[in-house]
């Protein structure tokens, strides 16, 4: 079977249109990261549930798995010092590892009620307890009753296209070529080679 991957690769990144910031704690660890796979995961109004991708191989997935908590954030779009900040949490959680340095450490922060870090620029958040995973080789979906929820800001949400166009071009250059070391890990756990670098 042939599949048309330019096809499927429009077809499915139209599902992600909203970079989300993922922050948990364990302990007295905390971390976060940007993703593009999240979503609602319950139709019943009154018992909400969130959805989060995560790749095994980024710091914030072991956290999340082992303290079975996480918040997600929406960010907002804006004018000036709205998309400033937006952008500020892109590259701050999107940039570099939590295994290097404390990548939270940078922002004005609450703690939630599951004691995730709430980063305050944020247009809005959910917080989830996990309540099932599911493998899928180099991710782990998690699947989490939401416990708490605010929105933040009255601005609209900030979208990928748009946040990727605003974003500075030497980042987003960096960004696209250390994804190099991710799709590896990727191709490893699926049994595919590996790409050179």
């Known amino acids: 079977m042939t599949i048309d991957l330019k096809s499927a690769s429009a077809i ?18 905390v971390n976060g990261l940007i993703s593009l796979s999240a979503g609602s995961g319950s139709v019943l109004y009154e018992a909400p549930r969130v959805q989060i991708s995560l790749a095994k191989r980024n710091l914030t997935h ?4 082992e303290s079975g908590v996480f918040a997600m954030h929406l960010l907002a779009d804006g004018e ?5 900040k937006s ?3 892109i590259m701050g959680l999107g940039g570099r590892s939590g295994r290097d340095a404390d990548k939270i450490a940078e922002f004005d922060t609450k703690q939630g009620v599951t004691g995730s870090p ?7 958040y959910v917080e989830g307890r996990v309540v099932s995973e599911l493998d899928t080789e ?3 979906l998690f699947h989490a009753d939401v416990v708490a929820a605010e929105r933040l800001q009255r601005a609209s949400r900030l979208d ?8 500075p071009k030497d980042w987003t250059e960096t960004y696209d070529r250390n994804l190099i070391h991710e799709y590896n890990a990727a ?5 595919l080679p590996e790409q050179p670098e």
Not at 12 to 29: F, K
Not at 160 to 167: N, T, Y
């Open 12 to 29: 499915l990144g139209g599902l992600r249109p909203y970079p989300v910031a993922i922050t948990t704690r364990t302990g007295e660890r």
């Open 138 to 140: 180099e991710n782990t």
């Open 62 to 65: 072991d956290l999340v798995k």
């Open 118 to 124: 709430i980063l305050l620029d944020a247009h809005s």
């Open 160 to 167: 990928i296209g748009s946040a990727w166009k605003s974003l």
């Open 187 to 191: 191709r490893v756990r699926r049994g």
């Open 87 to 89: 952008l500020a949490i």
């Open 80 to 84: 000036g010092d709205v998309l400033a």
